[in-house]
Nanobody, 116 residues
Framework: QVQLVESGGGLVQAGGSLRLSCAAS????????MGWYRQAPGKQREFVAT???????NYADSVKGRFTISRDNAKNTVYLQMNGLKPEDTAVYYC??????????WGQGTQVTVSS
């Protein structure tokens, strides 16, 4: 059974930084793609960034140049470094673990609040 546990969220002023972590239990972490998604109040969940098995990355246009996704397969952990945070980045951030084709797993989310 795979479990994903996010951490690192919090309250930060605009322009500040946070680093989110997502620790995965179970084996075969390196075989999965990993991603971060977010959901703001009243809005649908949206893509933020993904990192493939071999380290290829993709970002939403809204976070390019500000956010960096990375992974440490030895620690079964994926990170999201967020710099230059804006109030519109306020959301619950979710970690996703996926294979294509194959199962998809989600974490419970961590709240990020950016004050202006």
């Amino acid at each position: 059974q795979v479990q994903l546990v996010e951490s690192g969220g919090g309250l930060v002023q605009a322009g500040g930084s946070l680093r989110l972590s997502c620790a995965a239990s179970g084996s075969s972490f390196s075989r999965y793609g990993m991603g971060w998604y977010r959901q703001a109040p009243g809005k649908q969940r949206e893509f933020v960034a993904t990192i493939g098995r071999f380290g290829s990355t993709n970002y939403a246009d809204s976070v390019k140049g500000r956010f960096t996704i990375s992974r440490d397969n030895a620690k079964n952990t994926v990170y999201l470094q967020m710099n230059g945070l804006k109030p519109e980045d306020t959301a619950v951030y979710y970690c996703k673990m996926f294979t294509v084709p194959g199962p998809t797993y989600w974490g419970q989310g961590t709240q990020v609040t950016v004050s202006s």
